[in-house]
């Protein structure tokens, strides 16, 4: 059961109407209850009819009623067993497969309930509702097998054995919560005939420096009464407190209002009503407010059919003056939002956005928290399931933000509580980012070290190390701090005397994870004489333009030549040695014009030509032996060789050039 019980559900549909005409006094008795909402009475007297049945398929039909009613009040697991009870006893309808999957994906065992959605569709193949369902458990698994950041745990010190659900900040530091809460000491001596249980009160309860919480204090008479409390908002100022209260009297069903109390130091003025509901109808149930950001409208839900209702209980919204009371006529939040089941408890965090309760979308199992963003005035859209681990295979619902923070509590069933519905807490952890890695001389492979890594940050940050024996470096932890932060780029430059520069770049940008980025940086020797490998320029046969893909071939020597401003080089081009007749000076001619146009396109780059002394070496100096390619089996194997002889690198003549001033 989650809260069912502060809007008497209407999950499950009256399906009584196609029943036997004979029924016992008991079963009528049941019947009137469950469809009272009073669901816990209807599970006992569906259960002491049962015993006195007769006849076979009437006592089927028993046995699935208590199914339904256990359904009723969110106790999946003795919901399924009832189900299962009923296909035992010839029960004729197979809804009941149907009704087991739910109860099973609401229990988390997603396979089990695909294996009942499957026997539902043996039994009923035109029903698209098996389909969807599986697809829901599919999804739910993949949300449950990859979470998001966020962290959940039962706030221990406020929950009981009973209900304790909805906490609401009642302080401007958010120190103190009001909360709802069924516990032994509950205003009223009488039973909640929909759960079996007190009725429920508001509570409050304060935490220490150290974030231990006081023991829960009941609010005084004026708030509560014999009948359920609970659902609690306050203002910005924290001076208004609104709440849900439903009303008790024995056998008779009530709906809900919203009322609202002053609050005066550490007590609260008589609340009064919200006038919102309609003349003479005292069954609609209204409830769970939550107030826009501004403060000049309150969102809540109500199962009243005013124009726009889509089914079940739907969020509303209604403008309020300045004194915080309604004004106008509520207006439905519209399909955006709402859905032929049950949207409840909205909350509006501070930018905008409004979280709410679904049982009308995919979810992982019971009801479902989603988050909507803000589209326009007083309207919000793009619904997304805030899934795993704030979400669960069970009932969750009641979230509330701690301010912008990104923590705050919500309810749950779920295992792990300490009774039915449990408060949690949640926060999001900051994502972990560390940058490290190792320098290595790129002529031998050793690791170097003494090489100096420099880092600036567009955040502003810039901080530098110098590699250890081994050639490492590591940038973690920064006192209580970290060096790499979320939302940043880091230009990393590395650097040491009688070697190449290296530049690199690394960025949290995007990144929804923890990451650790581990580099490895071959620092080029800087000697006269030296020889750089580019990777392939490529040319069409016989030709010496460029083609685009050559472009960023060159890049490396753009960047190597742009982070050694001192550095003047001898840019060659080689040929492999099959002759060309295109040319009068063969294939030197050729090279010499490859390396002119690696020249000419590294000049409109912004490179001074003084510094390229473009040299064709023409198919001097091969990589691999034309004896060596003879040997080779296949064509593709020679091809390839004679790739690897046309290339184009640069070697290092001196470290001469003087950078002119800008």
Known sequence: MTTRKLLASLFVSLVFASTAAAQTKLAEEADDAFKKG??????????????????ASTKAELIFKVGEAYRAIGDPQQAAVWYEKANKAQYTDPITYLYIGDMLKQDGKY?????????????KANDVRADASIAECQQAQEWKDSPTRYSVDPEVLLNTQQYDFTPAFADKKNEMVVYTSTRPGSTGTETDQIIGESFSDLFTSSRDRLGKWSEPVKLPISINTAGNEGAPIFNEKRNLMYFTRCPMEKKKVYGCDIWVAKKVGNNYAEPVILALRPDKNDTITIGHPALTVNEDAMIFASDMKWPGHKGGKDLYIVKLDKDGMPTGAPTNLGADINTAKDEMFPFVRQDGALYFSSTGRPSMGGMDIYRAEKSGENTWSAVDNMRSP????????????????ERGFFTSNRAGGKGQDDIWRFYLPDMIFALQGTAFDKANGQPLPGVKISVVGTNGSNFDAITDDNGGFSFVENGKDRYIKENTTYSVLVEKEGYLVVKDQATTVGLEESTTFVKEYFLQPAIVGGVV????????????????????????????LIDNPTMIVELRSHTDSRPTRRYKGGNMELSQKRAQSCVNYLVTKGIDPVRMVPVGRGPEEPRISDEAIKKMATKEEKEAAHQKNRRTDFKVLSYDYVPQAN
Request: proline share 3%.
């Open 390 to 405: 704030i979400n669960s295979s069970s009932d969750d619902f009641g979230i509330a933000f701690e301010g912008e923070e």
């Open 111 to 123: 396979a089990e309930a695909i294996a009942s959605y499957n026997r539902f569709k043996d039994k």
């Open 533 to 560: 490998d580019l990777p392939s320029v490529l040319y069409e046969v016989d030709e010496f333009a460029l083609v685009p893909a050559s472009l960023d071939s060159l890049e490396l020597a753009y960047r190597t």
């Open 38 to 55: 009073f669901y816990f009475n209807a599970i006992e007297l569906y259960k002491k009819a049962y015993t006195v049945e007769k006849k």
